[in-house]
């Protein structure tokens, strides 16, 4: 029964975080340019500013969480108090009052920030749980899995409701015009915001009774300047850089894609709302196949040349289609054949970004263990704190990414899917798949820095049942 609620919660983590981000990726920007008509670059800059301020409380958050003494243990307080913030945050995201250019980009920005923070409450925490739950290799890889199968599985739900209810075009409206519906952005708020925060609440109070078997917090610093020494002690090592870097570079590609899907797809590959709504339909499959095929990919073998070979798998299915069209080497735009085509690849496309974010989890919780015996410290917080950043990442560098893309093609602001020029189009795709690939390439080179493998984990969970001084391994 334990493991059933240690999965369930982990599911219902995945599925919050799910809803947050695919909502900001998929529609934000459409939402904030087209709809109320904020510039996108404006809208781009102020996902990029709020990742300023996650740079900073992602590693406050983990470090505050790795050494909170209260009854409730050190993670479980944050997550409590993550609930109602997040829900109230996101919905507010989606109807903001009538305001000018400036006034509606100081409340994107304020509210962004303010929904990331509380977003951080929860992962942060969440997340540093898994390497005392379990020290398994493998074990740490199926858990995760059920995180983010659940993420993106609801989050293309949602999307899917998106375009089928809420977005729909009405009868006599032209094709096209109900993702301009601003009535449905804010109805698909609200609803998101209710889920978000009971799947919040299930996943916080599902993991209490792992509150007994978690490690005593280390010592408090001394100082300020001693607790950011530890940090950087912490985090001074070449597996952490290479998995850092790997992972901006992963989440930013996959950011860039989901923040121009509503353009790219009418614009780019010409087809009709329904033919979208039917791609990501397809989807839906991505994350149970992901699923299924992890733990048999996993099964016995090493993480990191999983992780290179995924990598390589999403520059190829990502970027490939784009060059591809633009050669004239794929059928016409907005054909059945086209649309089969791009089903698949869309399908094979977040299937790979699924398993892509499962193993990186799984590699980052090997490296607690590792640090742990570098510093004589537990900080499982601190070092989770680069997942919660670079998931992040995804929708605020590539909202960004694809708000400087648009701007740079002077893609029109106030049309319908029909009225855009042809070689508006073509530039837009010309400069989507290069900084795609560019993403995917940058990535795969940090990875050659990640050193940890199945039997240095091993042999360092033995120093560790051996050695008595690790602060927080008592």
């Not at 070689?423 to 990875?447: N, S």
């Amino acid at each position: 029964m334990g493991s059933f609620v240690t999965k369930l919660s982990f599911s219902a983590s995945g599925t919050a975080a799910g809803l947050i981000s695919n909502g900001i990726s998929f529609f934000l920007l459409l939402y904030y340019s087209q709809v109320l008509g904020l510039d996108p670059a404006l809208a781009g800059l102020a996902l990029l500013i709020s990742l300023a301020f996650d740079a900073i409380s992602d590693p406050l958050v983990g470090h505050w969480s790795d050494r909170l003494q209260h009854r409730l243990g050190r993670r479980h307080p944050f997550l409590l108090l993550s609930i109602l913030p997040a829900g109230v945050c996101y919905f507010l995201l989606w109807d903001p009052p009538e305001l000018g250019q400036l006034g509606l980009f100081v409340y994107l920005l304020t509210v962004t920030v303010l929904l990331r923070f509380a977003l951080t409450l929860h992962t942060v925490p969440f997340n540093a749980l898994l390497p005392e739950i379990t020290t398994d290799y493998e074990e740490r890889t199926r858990l995760m899995n059920y995180s983010y199968s659940s993420s993106w599985f609801f989050g293309t739900a949602m999307a899917v409701l998106m375009y089928a209810y809420w977005l729909a075009d009405a009868p006599g409206e032209a094709p096209g015009s109900g993702i301009l519906r601003r009535s449905g952005f804010i109805e698909a708020g609200l609803v998101a915001a209710l889920v978000t925060g009971v799947c919040l609440a299930v996943a916080a109070l599902g993991t209490r009774r792992v509150i007994p078997m978690l490690a005593a917090p280390p010592p408090r610093p001394e100082s300020l300047a001693t607790m950011f020494r530890q940090g950087a002690a912490t985090l001074n090592d070449s597996s952490f850089f290479a998995m850092l870097g790997s992972g901006l570079m992963s989440a930013a590609a996959a950011g860039t894609s989901t923040a121009l899907w509503a353009y790219m797809q009418p614009y780019f590959w010409g087809f009709s709302s329904d033919q979208t709504s039917l791609i990501l339909a397809a989807q839906l499959l991505s994350s149970v196949l992901a699923f299924l095929l992890l733990p048999v990919l996993a099964s016995g073998r090493e993480k990191k040349p999983i992780l290179v070979g995924l990598s390589l798998g999403s520059l190829v299915v990502g970027s490939g289609p784009v060059f591809l069209k633009l050669l004239g080497a794929l059928p016409a735009a907005g054909s059945a054949a086209l649309f089969s085509i791009m089903a698949v690849v869309g399908v094979l496309q977040v299937m790979l970004i699924v398993m892509t974010g499962v193993v990186s989890a799984s590699m980052i919780a090997d490296m607690v263990e590792s640090r742990a015996l570098a510093t004589g410290r537990r900080e499982e917080g601190l070092l989770f704190a680069v997942l919660s950043f670079t998931a992040k990442v995804a929708s605020g560098a590539g909202v960004w990414a694809g708000g400087v893309m648009l701007s740079l093609v002077n893609f029109p602001t106030d049309t319908l899917s029909t009225a855009v020029p042809e070689e508006t189009v073509r530039q837009l795709g010309w400069v989507y798949g290069p900084v795609l690939a560019g993403f995917y390439l940058i990535g795969i080179l940090c990875l050659s820095y990640y050193r940890l493998d199945r039997a240095s984990h091993e042999d360092n969970l033995r120093r560790l049942r051996f050695d008595g001084s690790i602060e927080g391994n008592s």
